[in-house]
């Protein structure tokens, strides 16, 4: 997780000759680390680092210099852009095509820059890679999607990175005592729904067995690598082929796979980091189509979320 040595240097910046550019920059991945975890979306938190620097360079010479910090300003406005950007996402993901993930990140070993439509394989700029930790789990990012705005930015800002709530209360327009309350919510909604994060070694080895049942077809394996109340949930965004809502139940998720698996030849399963946690991810022709996150309790699988909407696939090398 961000340190708070991290957040006094974003305040410390641009003190004495002026906010110099070297200063300004050096904040850009404070601010993509920050509006991925308050967005789920490195497509929507670009985007808002970008509107951030924009609003900053509108401002004439002076009135920059008359901001005392400059790294406080920016991480304000982009708290601000997301907390805008996240009131508006649930009336456009009631309109999206099936079930909403947050994007799948690799590690920084399987990163490719470029947005959608760019030529693609050059390396991404590290100001863009966001730091990989128990904060951008996939798990983690799924609970924080049933969290209001409010309640969402309050416990990134405070829980995250450590800012204290007199300043979250600046960004979030609430008082100090209700960010401390929001906050607080957030916390009990992640200790209600996540389960305990078993130790990665123990979930490779069982997202490793899970590959090779998967690879030969073996239901009944599958089924004893699943929790019984095990759920599946699939993300195409009407671009990919994906089931509409979540498969429920160790068996049924079993078949599913299987003959998902069956009908699509040519397919290539890889282990792979997604989000800092164990995975998979399946390429057909050296192009990723599925990125697969786990999550599991009692050493089985309990939640599947497998991404295959191509536009949240963009930073995975083929």
């Not at 360079?57 to 304000?76: D, N």
């Not at 907390?83 to 099936?98: K, M, Q």
């Not at 730091?131 to 829980?159: C, G, N, Q, W, Y």
């Not at 079993?254 to 069956?262: D, F, N, P, Q, T």
Request: one cysteine or more; hydrophobic letters at 40%; charged letters at 25%.
């Amino acid at each position: 997780m961000t340190t708070r040595s991290e957040h006094d240097h974003v305040h410390d910046c641009g003190r004495g000759d002026g906010p110099g550019l070297a200063a300004i920059t050096s904040e850009r991945r404070q601010l993509i680390n920050l509006a991925y975890r308050l967005l789920g979306s490195l497509a929507e938190a670009e985007d808002a680092v970008q509107e951030t620097y924009a609003r900053w360079y509108a401002m004439s010479r002076q009135q920059q210099e008359a901001i005392e910090s400059p790294g406080a300003w920016l991480t304000k406005v982009a708290g601000r852009i997301c907390l805008d950007v996240l009131g508006s996402a649930r009336a456009r993901r009631e309109r999206y095509v099936g079930e909403w993930i947050p994007e799948p990140l690799p590690d920084h070993a399987h990163w490719r820059g470029g947005r959608p439509g760019d030529s693609g394989g050059a390396p991404v700029d590290p100001a863009d890679r966001v730091t990989l930790d128990e904060s951008v789990d996939m798990a983690f990012l799924v609970v924080l999607e049933s969290m209001t705005p409010a309640e969402r930015v309050a416990f990134i800002l405070h829980d995250v990175f450590r800012y204290p709530f007199a300043e979250v209360a600046a960004i979030v327009g609430r008082t100090p005592a209700a960010c401390r309350q929001l906050a607080s919510s957030a916390r009990r909604r992640i200790r209600a729904a996540r389960a305990p994060v078993a130790p990665t070694t123990r979930q490779a080895g069982v997202i490793r067995d899970f590959k090779q049942a998967w690879e030969a077809q073996d239901i009944a394996a599958l089924v004893g690598l699943l929790d019984p109340g095990a759920t599946m949930t699939a993300d195409g965004g009407g671009k990919a082929g994906a089931v509409l809502r979540p498969v429920v139940g160790a068996e049924r998720i079993a078949r599913y796979i299987v003959e998902m698996g069956s009908r699509a030849s040519g397919t290539t399963l890889l282990e792979r980091s997604v989000n800092g946690r164990p995975g998979l991810v399946a390429q057909r022709g050296g192009v990723t189509v599925t990125v697969a996150a786990f999550e599991l309790a009692h050493d089985r699988i309990s939640r599947i979320w497998a991404v295959r909407n191509p536009e949240k696939l963009r930073t995975w090398i083929g």
